[in-house]
């Protein structure tokens, strides 16, 4: 499922933006000795890989990019002191390794409309693709922003894996503000 969301353009500058592909795993069950916390998750995690954990009762638990000590397909474990009685919540990401992946981004004045506005790929250079850290960095020159008029747009960025998987990273509008230096 995409992430929506919005943001704006500056017609006639550079525009950047950058969106990091994660693969979520809900968490059910904490335990900790007071140096290994255990996150019991369902989750395709390996040992070293980055991870961060957001939403958990107690906080204390809520950890950003964090390194996991050992995984299996039920549970991942992390070298920390927190200590805790677990009571609900969790989500760990980790980036997802994208190499071979290739992306696309297209922006319309509808959904509908048959012609986009701004076709951004990264077969053309648009789009960098950091393949351990899950990264697509975005990129429209200020030639590019000053042919769109001003207005609200809609827009999706389109990932393809190796094995042809097609996945929509994010999706939502594009407010495109006018320029007045010229």
Do not use: C
Not at 138 to 161: F, K, L, P, R
């Amino acid at each position: 499922m995409a992430v929506t969301y919005n943001t704006t353009m500056d017609q006639g500058a550079d525009w950047y933006i950058t969106f990091i592909y994660k693969q979520p795993a809900e968490i059910t069950n904490i335990t900790s000795n007071g140096s290994t916390i255990i996150f019991f998750a369902a989750n395709g995690f390996a040992a070293s890989q980055t991870v961060s954990i957001d939403g958990v009762l107690p906080p204390q638990y809520n950890l950003q990019n964090v390194t996991v000590a050992t995984a299996n397909a039920q549970q991942f474990t992390v070298t920390n002191a927190a200590t805790g009685t677990y009571i609900s919540g969790g989500i760990a990401t980790a980036p997802v390794n994208v190499v071979g992946y290739t992306a696309r981004m297209q922006l319309r004045s509808l959904p509908s409309d048959p012609t986009a506005v701004l076709t951004l790929t990264s077969a053309a250079g648009e789009i960098a693709i950091t393949g351990a850290s899950g990264q697509f960095a975005v990129h429209a020159t200020a030639a590019q922003t000053g042919a769109i008029d001003e207005g609200t747009y809609y827009y999706d960025i389109e990932i393809t894996s190796q094995g042809g998987i097609v996945t929509r990273l994010a999706q939502g509008q594009i407010v495109v503000t006018p320029e007045v230096t010229r």
